[in-house]
């Protein structure tokens, strides 16, 4: 296949070659030379502006990208994931969290069977359980109302909808509090249910597989808090629902079946929150809501599907992101929502994308010889301005960043939502142009400064600028807009994947460290001292052995 000499291709070469012919290139002058440069470099679609032009990039440069789609034969891999094939070739199963947001009418088909009737039926069983809590109608076992649910997942099972219900506070119904625990520190459930009242509480026990080790622990110790306070194991039928696609293994904790959600292999954990995963966004916003999120995903999905690749948003950043990755040579990419409510948007991402493509084994079992992945990170604007733009601006390596922001705030005439604006265009803007030593001499001089201060400050004063950004803006924060923002990048995600010749729907890569867990976990209890490993994994054992029980 093509694909399996992706770094020897005719295309992969013109773009090494473009990329030193345009490496002197100044963003800046590109602005001042081309007055489109903005219209030809920007996409609007429905609610969303998608601003591109804040990039080291020429219309060739996008001429190459889009080659490097077609090459990668991307129409045909979209194509096949849509369908239901089994892309997710190493655990041989299809990729259809686009089925959970399906709202074509049109059949979504697996191994013969037509899905869509399945995934219905599971979201009227999300319905019913979210309509009965947010209304009263269920009782918790002492026929109080509940007032507070704990979601217990972790990773997929967690980051989506913890994410996704933060985002939505706006929506959130006022005498129905969700919370979120996932890390196996007990310190993580007992801080949250400390103030909690077990007789209102409702426990979501979300995992996938029902064997997580850190799930399955939180789960115990939750059904431990409960019944030490309410002394009837009837109460746990009241108290928890469970989210899997394994309903023997939550029968066997003794969740009732009635009280279990199910799902399927077809839909990977970092991409389950369209499913049952998300019963608390649910609970949180309201079903309507959450069906919101799932059509302004479907909307995303339909744009992806048939805009052509040049006018196809999730193509375009996905491309771009390549650019920078196997061209440029930047190693790290920053999400930088200027949303507090999208605060935990990077933390979500950095799953999405890093558990997606961070591989260095192509689909055939081969080596790859060009980078994958880049490192995700970010955190919500202004707070990162006064903490890390120092190196995004000064710093020796190029950071790529996607800036985020609604251009409508939550409240209205909103002072705040309009200084938080001026700051994302403000950065963006500083970026691209910087300082040059000129201005920064000008600048001094105007502030009264002699030759000899301004000889010793100017270097310090001086910003490259030609440092690149794309500017994501959508009208508000709402449900729709947030789930057409997220299948945005799990699309990006993909194509970045398709051209890698990677498959982004497995991660192998977490597997070795839960195996040594498993093997370590005992020993931490062993009356002898731990051998047996290397002197490091010994001695730390060891350490922990004595101290832990001093
Ligand atoms: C996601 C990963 C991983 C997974 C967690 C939780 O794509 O597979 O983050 O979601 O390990 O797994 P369970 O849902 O099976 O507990």
């Known amino acids: 296949m093509a694909l399996d000499q992706l770094a020897q291709s005719s295309i992969w070469k013109a773009l090494k070659k473009h990329q030193r012919d ?85 059949p979504v088909v697996v191994d013969g069977k037509d899905v869509m009737p399945d995934v219905n039926h599971e979201l009227d069983k999300m319905r019913q359980i979210s309509d009965d809590i947010r209304s009263g109608r269920w009782l918790g076992h002492t026929g109080k109302r509940i007032s507070d649910v704990v979601n ?24 129905l509090n969700v919370h979120f625990v996932s890390n196996v520190d007990s310190a993580h459930l007992l801080d949250t249910v400390a103030s909690l009242d077990p007789e209102r509480v409702l426990f979501i026990i979300v995992s996938k597989t029902f064997t997580t080790q850190e799930t399955m622990a939180n789960a115990q110790s939750a059904r431990r808090w409960l019944l030490q306070h309410i002394n009837d194991t009837a109460a746990v039928a009241k108290h928890f629902v469970a989210v899997s696609t394994n309903a023997n293994a939550v029968l066997e904790f003794g969740i009732a079946r009635d009280n279990i959600l199910g799902f399927w292999d077809w839909v990977g954990g970092r991409y389950s929150l369209w499913s049952t995963v998300g019963l608390p966004i649910a609970l949180a916003i309201g079903i ?82 060009y980078d994958t992945g880049p490192i995700i990170w970010g955190e919500p604007g202004t707070n990162g301005q006064h903490a890390f733009y120092q190196l995004i601006h000064q710093g020796t390596e190029i950071i790529p960043c996607d800036f985020l922001i609604a251009a409508q705030g939550d409240q209205p005439n909103d002072e705040h939502h309009d200084i938080l604006t001026a700051n994302f265009i403000a950065q963006t803007e500083a970026l691209m142009r910087g300082k040059t030593e000129a201005e920064a001499r000008a600048e001094l001089l105007a502030a009264d400064m002699d030759v000899e201060q301004q000889d010793q400050l100017a270097p310090h004063k001086v910003f490259p600028g030609n440092r690149p950004s794309n500017s994501i803006l959508f009208r508000k ?56 490993h290397d002197a490091s994994t010994n001695g730390l054992a060891n350490w922990v052995r004595e101290m832990g029980s001093s």
């Open 288 to 369: 309507e809501n959450f069906e919101g999120l799932l059509r302004g995903a479907y909307q995303m999905d339909e744009h992806f599907r048939t805009a052509p690749l040049e006018q196809n948003m999730p193509v375009i950043l996905a491309l771009l992101g390549i650019w920078y990755r196997n061209f440029v040579g930047a190693s790290s990419y920053a999400v930088l929502p200027y949303s507090q409510r999208l605060n935990r948007l990077s933390a979500y991402l950095q799953q999405l994308d890093m558990e997606s493509n961070g591989k260095s084994t192509r689909k055939n079992g081969e080596p790859v010889d």
């Open 22 to 106: 345009i490496s002197d290139l100044q963003m800046r002058n590109l602005f001042a030379e081309n007055p489109q440069r903005f219209d030809e470099f920007s996409l609007q679609w429905g609610d969303f502006l998608l601003d591109y032009s804040k990039n080291c990039i020429q219309s060739a440069t996008m001429t190459l990208l889009f080659e490097l789609a077609r090459h990668a034969e991307l129409d045909s891999c979209r194509d096949a994931m849509f369908h239901g094939e089994a892309i997710n070739s190493t655990e041989g199963r299809a990729v259809l969290h686009t089925a959970l947001r399906n709202q074509s009418g049109k």
């Open 477 to 532: 924060l709402t449900p729709e807009t947030l789930g057409s923002l997220i299948a945005l990048y799990e699309h990006k995600v993909f194509v970045q994947g398709v051209i890698w010749n990677i498959n982004s729907f497995d991660q192998w890569g977490v597997e070795l460290g839960k195996q040594l867990a498993g093997v370590i976990l005992p020993k931490l209890k062993q009356a002898e001292p731990v051998t047996g």
């Open 152 to 175: 217990i997942g972790i990773g997929g099972s967690d980051l989506g909808p913890a994410m996704v219900t933060g985002a939505l506070k706006a929506y959130h119904q006022r005498d």
